[in-house]
Nanobody, 121 residues
Framework: QVQLVESGGGLVQAGGSLRLSCAAS????????MGWYRQAPGKNRELVAA?????????ADSVKGRFTISRDNTKTRNTVYLQMNSLKLEDTAVYYC?????????????WGQGTQVTVSS
């Protein structure tokens, strides 16, 4: 199993920056995808940015050029970061860390508890 612990988030003015962190522990060697999703009030959860199987990255069109995902993997912990620059009002949402573990070819999805990002005018 995989445990996810998020940090970061908060209140920032439009145009400002925030950095989110997500530390994964447990069966980290089985993780083949890890990243961030967000959910705004009344909307579906959507992908923000993620490392995908094969080592590439995937970004939502709405954050390209403003957000950057990075990672730091050790023997006991995988950490992904989301650097968010030039924040807009529409970036306000609860941000969730996600990890997908493959066990004998079967995917298992894990979610963090969520962290609130609020962008004010």
């Amino acid at each position: 199993q995989v445990q996810l612990v998020e940090s970061g988030g908060g209140l920032v003015q439009a145009g400002g920056s925030l950095r989110l962190s997500c530390a994964a522990s447990g069966s980290i060697f089985s993780i083949n995808a890890m990243g961030w999703y967000r959910q705004a009030p009344g909307k579906n959860r959507e992908l923000v940015a993620a490392f995908i199987s094969g080592g590439g990255t995937n970004y939502a069109d709405s954050v390209k050029g403003r957000f950057t995902i990075s990672r730091d993997n050790t023997k006991t912990r995988n950490t992904v970061y989301l650097q968010m620059n030039s924040l807009k009002l529409e970036d306000t949402a609860v941000y969730y860390c996600h990890a997908r573990e493959l066990r004998v070819g079967v995917p298992y999805d894990y979610w963090g508890q969520g962290t609130q990002v609020t962008v004010s005018s």
